[in-house]
């Protein structure tokens, strides 16, 4: 029998902003474990999925993943952590019959007509502050340079020995997708079913504020865990089984 057919479900992960599929080493086999059939997206510009960073957008991000989600034999759970949120959420509004739950991590789900950097309120020296992001124009990317930064923000709970691997695999992010709106609608985003996994230490997106995205989207499956920004490596046991509750 085909193994997706079998399995209980299929989650497809998504990565956040400077991240890749590498992030979910320790999720998926705890989640294959419970017979689910477990995809790694990497979204373009990122891990093998290499793409000159000024010909990526919100709409190519988009058009990828509604190709790989139809491709899928049955619908699927789409599972996004942090700026993947805005992704997922343009999915769902596009192919709302396609997604069985969208299952945001600390996601960011943007209103109609906002962009991620809309929903921030994200100015150049915020960023700055934020995570001393280089922003370089001429090649449109975000770069993270500065670890302790990063690490009190994405990974402080976890172990050195997970963030000395984080911190090697950070790549820069594409420019323009955070900027761009996303265009959602009560018919078709509004339907899909949704859980908001909130992470109640992360020191990037403040739990009032993954509880006010969540509130404004009126999803009322809400799970907390006491985890930072990164609960993939911080807490990966507690992540799946709130991904799974």
Known sequence: MNKKLASQHIFILLHGAWHASWCWKYVTPLLQQADN?????????HGINVKDFRRISLKSYTKELVKLV???SKPVRLVAHS??????SQVAEEIPDSIEQLIYISGVVPEHSHS?????GFSQSRL??????DRIKNEMRFDLSNPEKVKNLFYQKASQTDFDFAFKHI???PLLPMHQNVKLTQENFGQVE???????????????????????ANIKNIVKIQ??????FSMPKDLVLAIKA
């Not at 059939?37 to 510009?45: K, P, Q, R, T």
């Not at 509880?211 to 404004?216: K, V």
């Not at 985890?227 to 993939?232: L, N």
């Open 116 to 120: 991620m950097m809309h929903e921030f």
């Open 194 to 216: 949704k859980k908001y996994i909130a992470c109640l230490e992360d020191n990037i997106i403040n739990v009032k504020h993954q509880l006010r995205m969540a509130n404004q």
């Open 128 to 133: 700055d502050d934020f995570c001393h992001a």
């Open 37 to 45: 059939f477990v995809i790694e997206h990497d979204f373009l510009g």
């Open 227 to 232: 985890s930072d920004h990164s609960p993939f």
């Open 70 to 72: 139809l491709s899928q």
């Open 171 to 173: 790549q820069a992010e």
């Open 83 to 88: 700026f993947a949120g805005v992704m997922a």
